[in-house]
């Protein structure tokens, strides 16, 4: 069983809506988790970089949470736009320093 | 910065033949990691160099993949020989330390085997 898990795996929203990404993870002991963007066609770019102590940091229009005792993540995109159109990855970091990912999770922003 | 760049882009090849994909970190990062992304299986980490050494190739499926890091700039990701499940997008990306340090990714060798 994965890791980390995302969802939803897709979703289609409106230019200017909100939206939520959620990432459920196992991974223990637990180091940090990280969001990514990734571009069709592009390689991955972080968006942000959340510790066991951070509960909420934002980049922007993203908004990303951590409950920690809960093993749960969100991004949040706030007044979605066309270039926020990408598959958004979570990548768990565990204590022994390995590298857990998930699948990701597909937007598609429609105007 | 020209950022983490990776060669060639596109790859088309025949089951069989050796295939060599290239990379070239960021100035001054000392790790260097090597990624395969495929729709079923998403993103995995093949093996990951810190100094030139290699630290965890837990990742390599299997005796046909090999990673080189040869200096500090430069490292190399060889199937020999290859299959068409090895058809993917494989990634390079750097970072100045192992760690928490965000990576930096290359734009992708996209590979495919016939």
């Known amino acids: 069983k994965n890791q980390v898990e995302q969802s939803p795996q897709s979703l289609i929203i409106l230019e200017g809506k909100n939206c939520t990404l959620q990432c459920n993870y196992t991974v223990s002991p637990f180091s940090n988790l990280r969001w990514y963007k990734q571009d069709t066609g592009r390689g991955p770019v972080s968006l942000t970089i959340?510790?066991?102590?951070?509960n909420t940091k934002s980049n922007g229009r993203y908004t990303a949470t951590l409950d920690a005792d809960t093993k749960q993540s969100s991004l949040h995109i706030t007044a979605s736009q066309l270039s926020d159109s990408a598959s958004y990855i979570c990548?768990?970091?565990?204590?022994?320093?390995?590298?857990?990912f998930g699948k990701g999770n597909q937007v598609v922003v429609i105007p | 910065d020209a950022g983490v760049i990776q060669s060639p882009r596109h790859e088309v090849t025949e089951m069989g033949q050796e295939v060599t994909l290239r990379c070239k970190p960021i100035?001054?990062?000392?790790?260097l990691f090597w990624y395969r992304q495929t729709m079923m299986r998403g993103l995995e980490l093949l093996i990951y160099?810190?100094?030139?050494?290699?630290?965890?190739d837990s990742g390599m499926p299997e005796d046909r993949f090999s990673a080189k890091m040869p200096n500090a700039s430069f490292s190399t990701l060889k199937i020999q020989p290859s299959e068409p499940r090895d058809s993917a997008v494989y990634f390079c990306?750097?970072?100045?330390?192992?760690?928490?340090?965000?990576?930096?990714f290359g734009p992708g060798t996209r590979l495919l085997v016939l």
């Open positions: 990548v768990v970091r565990g204590g022994n320093n390995r590298l857990a």
């Open positions: 990306a750097s970072t100045v330390r192992a760690g928490g340090e965000t990576q930096y």
């Open positions: 959340m510790t066991f102590s951070e």
């Open positions: 160099f810190n100094n030139n050494v290699p630290i965890d």
């Open positions: 100035s001054g990062h000392n790790s």
